[in-house]
């Protein structure tokens, strides 16, 4: 049986090569469908990671405001505090990342043509940014709670500055006369969601972290902050959390508070919308392929009754004889292989940057998952169900002949 | 003792109220050459067909030593009792002869192939770029390679000319003497059939 399909497959090239490609195509496109699953499903894990138990405040009033108010809710609940500032700084010792604006202003000032946005977290780690993997480090290492006076800068502005782990970077805070020289302790890649206003800070090249102990060095005393988390550990403290809130005398109603912060909820539920197209398509490739393989089968198995009938008469049976049609194929399937896994690479980065562009998520870093494609699991995953699609086109393809008597097929080959 | 037994077989063709066999009776022994002759349309390949365990009998039975024949199946009935030989060679197109041969038995050696005459070059060809007469040499060499005790032809001389003819018949022969196997060959040839032990003609849905 072996050496009768090894010879078919190798005589009979044009047919071989016919089921060559159908075969990869088929491969390629599963393989690049269940890569795109499994990436989507660990970027939406990755989002929501990043979410937290707790509560973000902010001011209503103002764009920042002093966080000492709520000094008072104390850490019984084993609450955290992360406090935030985010604010638009001149670098001083370098140029900003230029590109495409979707807003255009003719009315800033000099120095805000060289501007950054300037996050101060107490704790960078848990920045969601970090914590969604949207932006990775590459080189150098995140900035720990007790660390001050560093910073992180994105690689593309590192780049350009020509800066590397050590070097120094000068800011000066929009309205503080003080300026801030900075050493880089880590260099970030990746690409947040931008919202355009006109100004080079809007970019994520031009975006640079640091600790807030360092703005504490500008602020003076106050602990002047665009956002306040408080975050506990479970939904049960969160509650707690917001009746001790209430019993304190802090005048909430200046106040926006936003439970369980899902910053990233219109991307998870874009991304299931991308999961979604690709599972339906997933399914009409296996579809299509069981029927597109099964016609050129059909033929192919009725040009083969004249052998079908021939092996009956010698007395191999039909399990053998559809056990051969399919030795055949997967045969064929093996060097597949391989140009499969090269044309489901090159499908996941076309899909992956289609789809998430129609689905407004193009400028979401997606190079490192869009070029990945999916692990050996996925491969061998792929395979197996190639494999199974293999066996039921044949069965599909042979059943009109083989459910014949052996007399009426040696009749219709005489 | 009889190799293969017909007891009592009638057989009509599906739709057909009709029987083509009728009561058919007949032993068929080792070592003799049994040629089976009638009209076209007859039956003669209809019962070919049916010691083959290619076709079921609509009533009856056919026996190999005395077991029904499809007492283990079919598949193994064809494999392991009988061998058959076609007008047109039934041979594997994508295959060598020796390839061909060894789908009866996998320790077949071009020896026999020699032996019927063809050269070494033809042996290691496409089985489908050899003439008519080599085409059924290697049909015949696939019958002989095999240890089956049963040979079922079916014209096996009908698109060959008359000196391959000759030769083929006598091939045939010789493996019902010198190799004690039961021959059957349906035909219309009068040259096969006088060169047959045992002459049974199928005439009025009988084996006579």
Known sequence: MIKNAVAYVFRKRTRTALIFLILTLILAVIYAGFSIMKTSEKMTSAINSANDFGVKIRSLKSETFNAESFDLIDSKLGAEKIYQYEGVAELKNGKVVTGEQMVMREDLPGYLENAVTLQAISDVKKDPLFRSEVFKLIEGKNISREETGKVLVHEALAKKNQWKIGDKVSLKVLGEEKELELLIQGIFTGKKQEKYTGMSSDFSENMIFTDYATMVQIFGKKKLVTSLKILVSDSEKLAALKAEMNKKSVQLEDFEMVEKENQFSGMVESLDMVKQMIFTMIMAVIGAGIVVLSLVLILWVRERMYEIGILLAIGRSKIKIVGQFILELVLVSLPVMILAAILGRIFVGWILGAVLQKEGLDNLDLSSFATSGGGLDIFAMSYGLLILIIVLAVIAASWMILTKKPKEILAKIS | ?208
């Not at chain 2, 002759?37 to 049916?50: E, V």
């Not at chain 2, 079921?56 to 283990?72: A, N, Q, R, T």
């Open chain 2, 1 to 208: 003792m009889s190799v293969l037994k017909i007891k009592n077989v009638s057989y009509a063709y599906v739709g057909n109220r009709e029987n083509i066999l009728e009561g058919v009776d007949q032993k068929f022994e080792r070592g003799k050459f049994y040629a089976i002759i009638g009209k076209s349309g007859a039956g003669k390949s209809t019962l070919l067909s049916l010691l083959a365990g290619l076709d079921e009998p609509k009533s009856g039975e056919i026996l190999f030593e005395d077991e029904k024949i499809g007492k283990y199946g079919y598949s193994y009935h064809r494999k392991n009792h009988i061998t058959l030989v076609f007008q047109n060679y039934n041979l594997i197109d994508y295959l060598t002869p020796l390839e061909n041969i060894r789908l009866v038995n996998q320790e077949a050696t071009d020896e026999i192939l020699v032996k019927l005459g063809l050269d070494k070059d033809q042996i290691n060809r496409n089985v489908m770029k050899l003439s008519g007469g080599q085409q059924q040499r290697v049909a015949i060499a696939r019958a002989l390679v095999s240890e089956a005790p049963i040979i079922l032809a079916d014209e096996p001389t009908g698109n060959l000319d008359e000196n391959t003819a000759e030769e083929i018949i006598e091939v045939l022969k010789k493996l019902a003497k010198e190799r004690n196997k039961c021959v059957i060959v349906v035909t219309h040839s009068k040259r096969v059939a006088e060169s047959a032990d045992v002459v049974l003609e199928l005439k009025g849905r009988k084996l006579r």
